[in-house]
């Protein structure tokens, strides 16, 4: 910093309120045009450590996530590349956390090697012992969940919009016995797919329509046993996957047993996988929107690292459409 100073010909405070962007500071933009001028000129980097030595912290907000899917079973990656894109604009550095092994104590201590300002992680990472030993080393804990908690400051992911959205439109076509999938936790209000499940069944009861829970794990086998016993008993004339991938092997299995898709059974997915129109027929499919929303998810993330935390306000919907394809 002191090279950056000489070589603008200011002094080294005035460098410094330049590149850590002190608020507050008055610097003519002639002088700030200079200052990062030589910075650049000269390839200056901030030296995180001395940073995080000087402010106890650093200006990392670290996301924890267990897997590298879109939808992961835990914690929807998207909403971490959605939160990064915000917080990097707020003047935050985010670093994406990838070990899933570790939750609880050991978890903390993994993340406060980085000395971070904030560290967002879902629900079941956080326990009261790691909670208390982020807050005593000034970092502050956000979790992501499908329900609120008293642990921590939680932002609720509710994306059960796609469920009614996916019932509605069986409903609309006509259907009148819709079958919803799911393996057995999937109806936990706790799994990321309940709310999805909840909603189906909730919009087809609303609708007047039959509707009933069918558990069956996103496998082959599974799909054609579901089949095979819909033709021994009574067939749905709707099928709603709670992800593509139920809805997908279900079609799969449906076309194997010769049943007339969708003139027999329609059948509709949630997430729109790309791998929808590579299906024969191709797989109607319910979008979440991903960037549109009542409360953005940074934006409560941010509130919380600065103490503005208002819960009333942590509730994260995703509205959904339906994209249209064959099978629906």
């Known amino acids: 910093m002191s090279d950056v100073a000489r070589q603008a010909g200011v002094s080294r405070a005035t460098a410094s309120y330049v590149l850590n962007r002190t608020p507050g500071a008055r610097i003519p933009e002639q002088t700030r045009a200079k200052v990062l001028a030589a910075a650049e000129a000269l390839r200056y980097v901030p030296h995180v450590s001395a940073r995080s030595l000087r402010r106890g912290r650093s200006d990392l907000v670290v996301g924890h996530v267990d897997g590298s899917s879109i939808l992961s079973d835990r914690l929807p990656f998207f909403g971490l590349v959605r939160i990064a894109s915000e917080v990097r604009k707020a003047g935050y550095t985010f670093l994406i956390h990838g070990d899933p092994t570790v939750s609880g104590l050991a978890a903390a201590r ?105 558990p069956m794990r996103p496998e082959v086998d599974a799909a054609a046993r579901v089949v095979a016993d819909w033709q021994r008993g009574e067939m749905p004339d709707g099928v709603v996957g709670p992800t593509d991938r139920h809805a997908g092997l279900l079609l799969g299995a449906l076309t194997d047993a010769g049943i007339d898709v969708p003139g027999r059974v329609a059948v509709i997915g949630m997430d729109d996988d790309p791998f929808c129109d590579l299906l024969r027929p191709r797989l109607t499919s319910v979008a979440a929107d991903l960037i549109g929303g009542d409360t953005p998810l940074a934006g409560v993330v941010l509130a919380a690292i600065e103490g503005r935390w208002d819960p009333g306000h942590a509730v994260r919907r995703f509205p959904a459409h339906v994209v249209e394809r064959d099978s629906a």
């Open 110 to 214: 993994a993340w406060l090697a980085l000395r971070p300002a904030a560290v967002v992680a879902t629900l079941d990472r956080f326990t009261e012992e790691s909670v208390a030993m982020l807050a005593g080393a000034g970092t502050v804990p956000v979790a992501l969940g499908r329900r609120s908690s008293e642990l921590t400051a939680t932002v609720v992911l509710d994306d059960g919009e796609l469920g009614r959205a996916a019932a509605t439109r069986l409903a609309d076509r006509g259907c009148r016995r819709i079958a919803v999938l799911g393996s057995h936790d999937d109806r936990s209000t706790d799994h990321v797919l309940g709310n999805r499940i909840a909603e189906v069944l909730a919009t087809a009861a609303e609708r007047g329509l039959e509707a009933r829970y069918v």
